[in-house]
């Protein structure tokens, strides 16, 4: 199958070459990507299908409901699920119990929540349940390349958080900020990690070593108190320290 874009006609350049293979690399992932969709709108599940479909990704279920959605998850067993936060019979968290579900039965299956409304602590309840995992409101899938990129970083182990919802993660800014003790690299690295980049693609755009990012995670982790543990995801948290101060 075609790769869905076309290549970079300046990769020679060193900045242009890793954004080349950064999507060399995101389209592989999308090929072949095995997908259920849940949405009661079915004029936006429907779309959202034909699109996904026109990008390489296999669409191998549909729902307007959550327990349609679980249904098709568990015999399908899909890559990715895409699920609307609010559907029926309340429109209220249906969207969201159902993912927690597919989070805990299936763990490789990546989970993307839309919403149409900012929902703090819904998204945090996604993001916080570890990696590949994505929320993202509807009003700003608008770029197909991004929102295709997304899902690609996604799928591949990343976790996203829409950029929309850093102003609302907090009313203003703490006395103390735990970002302080952070190196200017560290914040960079920090920031990278936000946008569900991979060590590898951090250290593309950085100009450095996959190692030494590893060296910089170890030292923010340290640096803002995240203790090992068996049940926590030290990376998702380092992230949401991060979107917490912003």
């Not at 009003?139 to 919802?165: C, K, N």
């Amino acid at each position: 199958m075609a790769a869905r874009r076309p290549a970079d006609a300046h990769a020679g350049d060193d900045s242009a070459g890793a954004t080349l293979r950064m999507r060399r690399d995101s389209t592989l992932v999308a090929q072949g990507t095995r997908v259920v969709l849940a949405d009661d709108d079915v004029l936006l599940r429907e779309g959202m299908a034909s699109l996904l479909a026109g990008h390489g990704f296999e669409i191998v279920g549909q729902s307007g409901d959550a327990d349609g959605l679980l249904e098709r998850v568990r015999s399908e067993q899909p890559d990715l699920a895409i699920v609307d936060i609010r559907m029926p019979p309340t429109h209220t968290t249906e969207g969201l119990d159902a993912a927690h579900t597919i989070r805990a039965e299936f763990p490789n299956t990546a989970v993307v929540v839309l919403s149409a409304h900012v929902e703090l602590d819904q998204a945090i309840e996604v993001v916080g349940s570890g990696e590949r995992t994505g929320y993202l409101l509807k009003s700003r899938v608008i770029d197909v390349d991004e929102f295709v990129d997304t899902l690609d970083r996604i799928v591949a182990g990343g976790t996203f958080v829409d950029p929309t919802l850093v102003q609302e993660l907090v009313s203003a800014r703490r006395v103390h900020d735990p970002l302080d003790a952070l190196s200017p690299r560290q914040r960079d690295v920090l920031a990278l990690m936000a946008e569900g980049r991979s060590n590898a693609a951090i250290g593309q755009e950085l100009f450095v070593s996959e190692g030494t990012v590893e060296k910089h995670i170890r030292s923010i982790l340290m640096k803002l108190d995240i203790p090992e543990a068996p049940d926590a995801h030290r990376r998702v948290l380092a992230v949401l320290a991060y979107l917490d101060t912003r």
